[in-house]
């Protein structure tokens, strides 16, 4: 694998972002408030939620004023995990194009990203548009 065999066009639908707690964050807003620019996202235990940052901040907060979101986005977590209620809310409010991967007994570290990612990626994979000569087999 590697980048060299996903390429991606200029136009939005063939973008997606994908990150890990804070980087989960910043992927999960960046799509909901450039969605002409990204087509899904990923966060990996995404911090979607944080008092800290303010509710003009929170991605949470994006989607319930977001009456239809054209992104989507994989909002995947350990049950362990803070981010775990926020992204379950997060489906609720809009599952038509938000989806949940919750690992049970699973908590806010490397050991559950490596095994979210080995379904995160084929999922951000599958909601990009692929250009011609995309796979190489």
């Not at 966060?43 to 991605?59: C, F, H, I, R, Y």
């Not at 806010?108 to 692929?130: F, Y």
Request: charge should be positive; glycine fraction near 12%; aromatic fraction near 8%.
């Amino acid at each position: 694998g590697g980048a060299g065999q996903l390429p991606r066009g200029p136009g939005g639908d063939q973008w997606g972002l994908m990150g890990y707690s804070t980087g989960g964050y910043c992927a999960t807003k960046l799509a909901l408030q450039n969605d002409s620019l990204f087509r899904a996202a990923v966060s990996l235990s995404g911090d979607l939620e944080n008092p800290v940052w303010g509710k003009q901040n929170s991605a949470l907060d994006i989607a319930r004023k977001t009456a239809s979101p054209s992104v989507y986005l994989l909002l995947a977590t350990g049950d362990q995990d803070a981010e775990a209620s926020s992204a379950s809310e997060m489906q609720r409010l809009h599952p038509d194009k938000f989806r949940t991967m919750i690992l049970p007994g699973a908590a806010h570290n490397w050991g559950v990203w490596r095994k979210l990612m080995d379904s995160a990626l084929p999922w951000l994979n599958k909601h990009v548009v692929a250009l011609p000569g995309d796979y190489k087999k």
